[in-house]
């Protein structure tokens, strides 16, 4: 069964997309390479914010808000359908990539955004991908924890407000991000 999905303008959106059966698909760099060249086109196409991501094995997370002029579905179906037709061609397969269409959650506030990103960051730790969140490359960690550039993301506000340099903002968010589960 099909749900609505909720959407609304300014909307920020927690989006999971599941790979079938949950399959371990991104296997290798060129693999997580693609996806995110694949991200950075359907934004600059669309015009939608990308506030944080992580790429793992047998999912995505990414934190997107929309553009005035697309919804949240439209940019989905663009990013999973390039991705699946790009691996399945790549890795000369047949067959769903994706579990099912993606999953959203909309975002009420900043406490939500900053408790999400931290989710998002440690989610390589957690699934033990890496040791530190800042190790894991396919995602915004090492962007908001060491300052390391990121063409992908889009700095929102809430960050932005957690101190006045660079250098406090990275503190700041260090702190939230160390928190234990």
């Known amino acids: 069964m099909r749900y609505y999905r909720i959407e609304y303008e300014d909307a920020i959106y927690h989006i999971t997309c599941r790979c079938n059966n949950q399959e371990q698909l991104f296997n290798e760099e060129n693999a997580f390479i693609q996806y995110m060249k694949i991200l950075k086109n359907c934004k600059e196409k669309y015009g939608f914010a990308i506030y944080d991501y992580a790429i793992m094995n047998n999912h995505v997370h990414i934190i ?4 005035p002029t697309i919804n949240i579905s439209k940019i989905m179906h663009s990013i999973n ?5 790009w691996y399945n061609e790549h890795y000369m397969r ?3 990539f994706w ?3 993606f999953d ?15 989710y998002i960051d440690n989610n390589p730790v957690i699934a033990g991908l890496c040791m530190d969140q800042t ?3 396919y995602s915004g960690a090492s962007f908001y924890l060491k300052g390391d550039s990121n063409s992908l ?21 260090k702190s939230i991000v160390s928190v234990a589960f």
Do not use: F, N
């Open 135 to 137: 190790d894991w490359k």
């Open 99 to 101: 579990e099912s269409r």
């Open 64 to 67: 997107i808000k929309p553009g």
């Open 104 to 118: 959203s959650v909309i975002i009420k506030d900043d406490s939500q955004l900053l408790a999400t990103m931290r």
């Open 153 to 173: 993301l889009d700095i929102p506000e809430t960050y932005i407000s957690l101190g006045s340099t660079d250098e406090i903002r990275r503190c700041a968010y």
């Open 94 to 96: 047949k067959g769903h």
């Open 81 to 85: 359908r390039w991705y699946a037709r």
